[in-house]
């Protein structure tokens, strides 16, 4: 079974940075998708960004294009999103989450079928 795990959330000034990071497990092969979504209390999870294992194709939501950066090490199976000049607003837990696609691209817009654990990030303003 696929198993994910995140870590590097933390507090952080607005205008700091973060890497999160999702180990993955349980898959042998690169025909997947693997997103970042983010939840702030009292809202509903919303896609921030995406990559493909297949091709390396990577999607972002509009408000953190520029700022993110999402990357993978297919070989270690890990997952990354660098946040820069991060926003109070953006303080929310961060979830990586996967699902298998065996075509080109990505798109956080689609079901995901294992999700990990969440880890806190808190933007300070």
């Known amino acids: 079974e696929v198993q994910l795990v995140e870590s590097g959330g933390g507090l952080v000034q607005a205008g700091g940075s973060l890497r999160l990071s999702c180990a993955a497990s349980?898959?042998?092969?690169?025909?997947?998708?693997i997103g970042w979504f983010r939840q702030a209390p009292g809202k509903e999870r919303e896609g921030v960004s995406c990559?493909?294992?297949?091709?390396?194709?990577?999607k972002y939501k509009a408000s953190v294009k520029g700022r993110f950066t999402i990357s993978s090490d297919n070989a270690k199976k890990m997952v990354y999103l660098e946040m820069n000049s991060l926003k109070p607003e953006e303080t929310a837990v961060y979830y990586c989450?996967?699902?298998?696609?065996?075509?080109?691209?990505?798109?956080?817009?689609?079901?995901?079928?294992?999700w990990g654990q969440g880890t806190q990030v808190t933007v300070s303003s």
């Open positions: 989450a996967y699902r298998t696609w065996y075509g080109s691209g990505c798109d956080y817009q689609w079901g995901y079928d294992y």
């Open positions: 349980g898959f042998t092969v690169d025909d997947y998708v």
């Open positions: 990559i493909s294992g297949r091709d390396g194709s990577t």
